[in-house]
């Protein structure tokens, strides 16, 4: 209590906010069905790769980077967004080079 006689009240509000990125959901789904994933997949299970993974997930990568299946509707949606969005180019630049 403070010397006027006023409360002090904390009020405390936790929160939980998870970003996950629907382009990189849909590489992982489209992984599953992609043939020539499949291809990977099988030359991985014939022999040892050096720069082929699969994680804990089941999940195909090349060394750091995620393996994007041959799907020209997701393949385009990728370009557009590294090349549309507003969070890919320098915010004081209007063009990506």
């Not at 409360?7 to 992609?34: D, F, P, R, W, Y």
């Not at 089941?58 to 557009?80: A, M, S, Y």
Request: glycine share 6%; aromatic share 6%; net charge positive.
């Amino acid at each position: 209590m403070l010397e006027d006689g006023f409360n002090l009240l904390h009020h405390v509000v936790l929160h939980n906010l998870t970003i996950s990125c629907s382009l990189e959901a849909k590489v992982m789904e489209l992984q599953k069905t992609g043939m020539g994933i499949f291809h990977i997949k099988r030359k991985m299970e014939e022999e040892k790769t050096k720069h082929f993974r699969l994680d804990e997930g089941g999940v195909l990568w090349f060394k750091d980077r995620l393996i994007v299946p041959k799907d020209r509707e997701l393949r385009n949606q990728i370009l557009d967004e590294a090349h549309s969005s507003k969070l890919s180019i320098h915010p004081s630049s209007s063009k990506m080079y």
